[in-house]
């Protein structure tokens, strides 16, 4: 029986020792609406979505390693029991549980979870318009919140590259809906 290469032995070290320590860099958001109408709000890669009436909060865990990941509201929703339907604003293809980005106007938190050096990244956007008011904020960075189309705190334009925080890997995340 033939034993493995030392390189092959290293590699599946290496990769064993990314995935423990990719673990240790989860982070839970909780989503909470405090808008005085009903928002869905939908969140990719991970979450889907799902309907929020006021005051209701909902919590997701997303795994280290997560790139380019959104969360939005939606508004003006109506879906059947099947999870197919359409809102006014945010659509993504007429699904309750989204799997794709949502149609403007939308306003968007955007993150990257373990992005390197320990570091989460987190903005908000209104690039794609606004629809609703956000705030945003992890347990170890600044609050940016937008309540209208003009907000200082968001992305207005591509290459508005001024307004990307930072946070410590293992930072929770709060999203509030009209904050």
């Known amino acids: 029986m033939a034993s493995a290469s030392p390189s092959t032995a290293i590699a599946a070290v290496l990769l064993l020792a990314a995935t423990l320590a990719g673990a240790a860099n989860a982070a839970t958001f ?4 405090r808008c005085s109408f009903t928002v869905w709000p ?5 979450g889907g ?14 795994p280290a390693g997560t790139s380019s990941g959104r969360v939005w509201g939606r508004t003006g929703c109506s879906f059947n ?3 197919r339907g359409s809102c006014a604003t945010g659509d993504c293809g007429g699904a309750l549980s989204c799997s794709l980005s949502g149609q403007p106007p939308l306003t968007i938190a955007e993150f990257t979870i373990g992005g ?6 987190y903005n ?3 690039i794609d318009g606004f629809n609703v008011a956000m705030s ?3 347990s170890s960075g600044p609050t940016l919140t937008c309540r209208d189309r003009g907000c200082a705190d968001a992305y207005q ?3 508005d590259n001024s307004k990307l925080r930072n946070c410590n890997g293992n930072s929770n995340y709060q999203v509030v809906f009209c904050p």
Do not use: K
Not at 30 to 33: A, C, D, G, L, S
Not at 42 to 46: D, E, G, I
């Open 81 to 83: 029991g099947a999870g």
């Open 116 to 121: 390197g050096a320990n570091r989460d990244f």
């Open 49 to 62: 979505g799902r309907q929020l009436n006021q005051g209701e909060s909902w919590q997701i865990n997303v």
């Open 42 to 46: 939908a969140a990719t890669p991970v």
């Open 30 to 33: 909780t989503i909470t609406n």
């Open 157 to 159: 334009f591509p290459n």
């Open 124 to 126: 908000l956007s209104v």
């Open 136 to 138: 945003f904020s992890c």
